[in-house]
């Protein structure tokens, strides 16, 4: 009886330990396909959220795109408008740079031309200057035939008088044309018109 008793027993060991290996080993399946099930709803829910937050694209056409900016102040041009403007702007800073290099040289030109006359006149001054402080000195000879309108010639040609005319005038308000007789007479620009024809017209 003692040896059927613990054959018993040891076979309830065995079927007490089949029953929990089989309770074990199906258990995890059953839980993963229990925790399964919410995971999928809570992606099938964030799945319906991204979708209801995700904006609305709109369809704008070229026009509505051109007003819009021109609305906010910018400037639209196509390609071939772009190149127009850019050319039209080249040339525009040409024409002025050319403009300008004219004018600087018209500039450059007037101020040569205005030192040379001043240097011109300046020399001319000093030409004067030196006239006046230089002592002309000629022997006139006055031979048969000569009035005083050819001695007055003579005498402007040397450098001793300054106008001809005026010489012969005051001849005849001396009233001495008559006076003039050959010979050789000298004469210088230091003398006054007076003494020249007292010198040449002796009565």
Known sequence: MRFNTIQSFAGGLIVAASVCGIVYFSSPSEAESVTAEPEAEVD??????????????????DKEIIELLRLQGYLIHTEEEFHETIQEEIEAAMESERENHDKQLEELQKELEEKAKATKEESKKKDNDSNEGTVYRTMLSVVPGMTSYDVGQA?????????SSAFRQEVENQGVATNLKPGTYEVTSEMS???IISVIFKK
């Open 44 to 61: 099938v829910e964030k799945e319906e959220e991204m979708k209801d937050e995700e904006p609305d694209i709109v369809q704008v056409d």
């Open 155 to 163: 005498l402007e040609n040397a450098n001793i008088i300054k106008s």
């Open 193 to 195: 018109m007076k003494e």
